[in-house]
């Protein structure tokens, strides 16, 4: 990660911001505008006044946006590209919580209050970026449209978060590896024939920070699959030969949230 060319690339942003008498670049923005589920459908004049105030960013692979507790000050969002949102580790481990594609924003809590970033933001491919600063925000906190758009967004965002903090804490790195692949299988679209396949992220380092493993015990997984039949491999497009051991791979501690295992853990969790 190259967190001097992310911090270069958002000043410089600000500085390349157009005027808005530039009717050419006013229109990009806006056709990048059209695009995000936040501003989708909203008034023109709204649209409008949103890509006259906005700067770009084009970032390169590897650049940061911003940093975990940078001050909150711009609305970013995607229009080309692929952000992932990261957590670090005391020993400098990475952990990817999130991965924000093209017509999403970057984050919505700071329409909503003015903390902190809680994350880092890393692009992992060139993508282009559109940054509203805070003095602008009213133009969006005032329409009600915007702002349940908001709040839906971020509890979907929690209960992803509480899915995946499950995942992280009570399931051993076999049903996480699974739950992962299969989620993004359910987002990727499916060859005829009943093939299940699902095309893996572009290095092993990032698949290994969504899981929450070490390369090497990642591969090691990989390779145990490989080898008894269950998974076949290539470049990087994943191919599950029996879908449903797969799923029972991924839903090991199922048995466990049955009404009696709950019950069960329940009386355990009392006599501790």
Same mark, same amino acid.
């Given at each position: ?63 940061? /946006?911003?940093?975990?507790?940078? +001050? =909150?000050?711009?609305?970013?969002? %995607? !229009?080309?590209? #692929?952000?992932?949102?990261? &957590? ?43 940054? /509203?600063?805070?003095?602008?925000? +009213? =133009?969006?906190?005032?329409?009600? %449209? !915007?702002?349940? #758009?908001?709040?839906?967004? &971020? ?118």
């Amino acid at each position: 990660m190259r967190g001097s060319a992310g911090r270069r690339a958002v000043r410089a942003a600000g500085r390349m911001a157009l005027s808005a008498a530039d009717g050419a670049a006013v229109r990009r923005r806006r056709w990048g505008l059209d695009r995000c589920a936040l501003l989708r459908g909203l008034p023109v004049t709204l649209l409008e006044h949103i890509a006259r105030h906005s700067s770009e960013a084009n970032l390169e692979e590897g650049d940061t /946006l911003f940093f975990k507790n940078d +001050p =909150s000050d711009c609305l970013a969002f %995607v !229009v080309h590209g #692929r952000i992932y949102k990261l &957590l670090y580790g005391p020993d400098g481990q990475e952990l990817i919580v999130d991965t924000i594609e093209s017509g999403e924003t970057v984050d919505e809590t700071p329409l909503l209050d003015t903390h902190a970033h809680t994350f880092t933001a890393v692009a992992y491919s060139p993508t282009r970026v559109l940054l /509203l600063p805070r003095r602008h925000f +009213p =133009s969006l906190t005032n329409d009600p %449209v !915007v702002i349940e #758009r908001a709040h839906a967004s &971020l509890c979907l965002r929690l209960r992803q978060a509480v899915e995946s903090l499950e995942t992280m804490c009570l399931h051993r790195l076999e049903s996480r590896l699974a739950r992962y692949l299969l989620s993004l299988m359910h987002n990727q679209p499916q060859p005829r024939g009943g093939d299940f396949e699902v095309a893996l992220p572009p290095t092993q380092s990032i698949l290994a920070a969504m899981v929450n493993a070490s390369r090497p015990k990642l591969n090691a997984q990989l390779q145990t699959w490989h080898r008894s039949g269950l998974v076949s491999r290539k470049r990087n497009i994943l191919r599950i030969n029996d879908i449903d051991q797969f799923r029972c791979k991924a839903y090991l501690g199922r048995d466990f949230e049955r009404p009696g295992g709950r019950a069960r853990a329940g009386s355990a969790w009392r006599n501790a």
